[in-house]
């Protein structure tokens, strides 16, 4: 079966390289999907779980880090610091604000760090100083065309970039980083009410805990200092900004990638079937000589997985280019298409598709008459 279906497809290259390429294309957008959707799960997922801390205090009946920024009471640290087993106790300031620069308005979140929580790691540049400076996503740089030694304006301040952030990236707030001396200083100068409560100068506690000592423990200590706040470790706030961000944008994604699977089936279908039919008088022959159902439904599947082999290849070739394509128009957005999780995903679609659109024929060719294909 594979020996006589791979003959059929040398037998007209020019047939076969169209087919590839039709069929490449279309999977192509089923990876890019896919790709996209892992990418902003990763992206918002990220920073919250790669913060330096084994314990993170935040508002109460507030399970977000940054897509819903808490306050905390200004005692909090020092209750906080107060408990057995804790080591230390960093506080960070979450502020949304508005980067407009270049013609372009990108909403960002602002955070403010003390000892700890700042950048994850630089791309370039260094850490900010209490100075008029701040630290920029890289992929917010880029969308502004923002470069090193640049200024922006935030809070009516304006800033010198002297670091450009990885691994701080979120299509929804993409993180800036200033030293708390600096937010002081900003919040003095744009006259934001700290004062009357409406806004507090500690959005989350950074806890370290005295190594050795039982986390499970200290955080029941923590929750009973802290009534006003919950406590989570960077791992769950991190899964729980995913998940907030599947929510939001997660059906549509799943919705346009279930719209590219029934196009590749109906794709595979159609490249299956007009083979089929430009094949009838060898597939006659073969019914002549005794073929059963079962082996012409055999040669229809390895053919449409031939086509699926040599397809792949250049689909994920032409996916990374599309990928490429979107990170240029908006670097906030970054499909994952090598990622094992979409390639497995996706992988897995168009082989599902393959067959079932390769079987689309096979009606056709059980009420196939010789005979009649003899007489033509």
Not at 140 to 154: S, T, Y
Not at 182 to 206: C, N, Q
Not at 287 to 299: E, Q, V, Y
Not at 324 to 341: E, T
């Amino acid at each position: 079966m594979l020996y006589w279906s791979w003959k059929q497809w040398i037998s007209e290259p020019k047939r076969a390289v169209l087919m590839i390429a039709v069929y490449a294309a279309v999977l192509s957008l089923v990876l890019l999907f896919e790709g996209l959707r892992v990418g902003i799960h990763d992206d918002l997922r990220l920073f919250p779980a790669s913060l330096p801390a084994d314990l993170v205090a935040i508002e109460s009946g507030n399970s977000y880090f940054a897509l819903a920024p808490s306050k905390l009471p200004q005692l909090s640290r020092l209750r906080a610091e107060s408990v057995n087993g804790v080591a230390s106790v960093s506080p960070v300031m979450l502020l949304p604000v508005i980067l407009n620069e270049s013609g372009r308005r990108t909403p960002a979140m602002l955070l403010a760090f003390d000892d700890a929580g700042g950048p994850p790691s630089l791309a370039s540049g260094r850490m900010p100083t209490p100075a008029p400076e701040i630290v920029l996503d890289k992929n917010l740089a880029a969308l502004h065309g923002i470069v090193l030694g640049d200024k922006v304006r935030v809070l009516d301040n304006k800033l010198t970039v002297v670091g450009l952030s990885s691994g701080s990236t979120s299509p929804f707030t993409p993180y800036v980083f200033v030293t708390y001396d600096r937010l002081i200083d900003m919040a003095l100068d744009a006259e934001l009410p700290f004062a009357t409560g409406d806004i507090s100068l500690v959005s989350a506690l950074l806890v370290e805990v005295i190594p050795g000592q039982d986390i499970g423990s200290v955080r029941a200590a923590l929750e009973r200092a802290l009534p006003d706040a919950d406590i989570f470790t960077p791992t769950e706030l991190g899964e729980a900004d995913a998940a907030f961000g599947d929510r939001l944008i997660g059906p549509v994604l799943y919705l346009v990638s279930g719209i590219a699977w029934v196009i590749a089936l109906l794709t595979m279908s159609m490249l299956r079937y007009g083979e089929v039919r430009s094949q009838l008088r060898a597939f006659g022959i073969q019914k002549a000589l005794g073929a059963r159902p079962l082996w012409l439904a055999g040669t229809l599947l390895c053919g449409g997985l031939i086509l699926f082999a040599f397809s792949l290849p250049p689909a994920v070739l032409l996916a990374t280019l599309l990928a490429r394509a979107v990170s240029l128009w908006d670097p906030l957005y970054g499909a994952r298409i090598v990622d094992m999780a979409v390639l497995a995903q996706g992988i897995g679609v168009m082989f599902m598709a393959s067959i079932a659109g390769s079987l689309f024929p096979m009606r056709t060719l059980l009420r196939l008459d010789p005979a009649v294909v003899f007489q033509r």
